[in-house]
């Protein structure tokens, strides 16, 4: 499946970024989807995923409250709604599919390009 991640941009801090990953070549409903983030010089980090169905949703502490991962199945597209944005929320993020609900890099076998989020104080 290729993923094409897009919505990033600059932002104040206390603002709200709406994140989209467009998927396509293969059934985006078998898949479980997860949003990542790299702050440079840091390893990649767990943000977000959501189950199949998009019954299940699960966050890092460091977002739960202010971020929601949600999916449309109809149009192969899976969300992250940014609110309270903070700088330490700066980084590239990247859409992830795979076939279950992880928050480790490894589990999953695509990845979009990745997104830049800047938050400025």
């Known amino acids: 499946v290729q993923l094409q991640a897009s919505g990033g941009g600059l932002v104040q801090a206390g603002g709200s970024l709406r994140l989209s990953c467009a998927a396509s070549?293969?059934?985006?409903?078998?898949?479980?989807m997860a949003w990542f983030r790299q702050a440079p010089g840091k390893e990649r980090e767990f943000v977000a995923a959501?189950?199949?169905?998009?019954?299940?949703?699960y966050y890092a502490d460091s977002v739960k409250g202010r971020f929601t991962i949600s999916r449309d199945n109809a149009k192969n597209t899976v969300y992250l709604q940014m609110n309270s944005l903070k700088p330490e929320d700066t980084a590239v993020y990247y859409c992830?599919?795979?076939?279950?609900?992880?928050?480790?890099?490894?589990?999953?076998?695509?990845w979009g390009q990745g997104t830049q989020v800047t938050v400025s104080s």
């Open positions: 070549g293969r059934t985006f409903n078998n898949y479980r």
């Open positions: 959501i189950s199949y169905n998009g019954v299940s949703t």
């Open positions: 992830a599919a795979g076939t279950v609900v992880s928050r480790n890099p490894p589990s999953h076998d695509y």
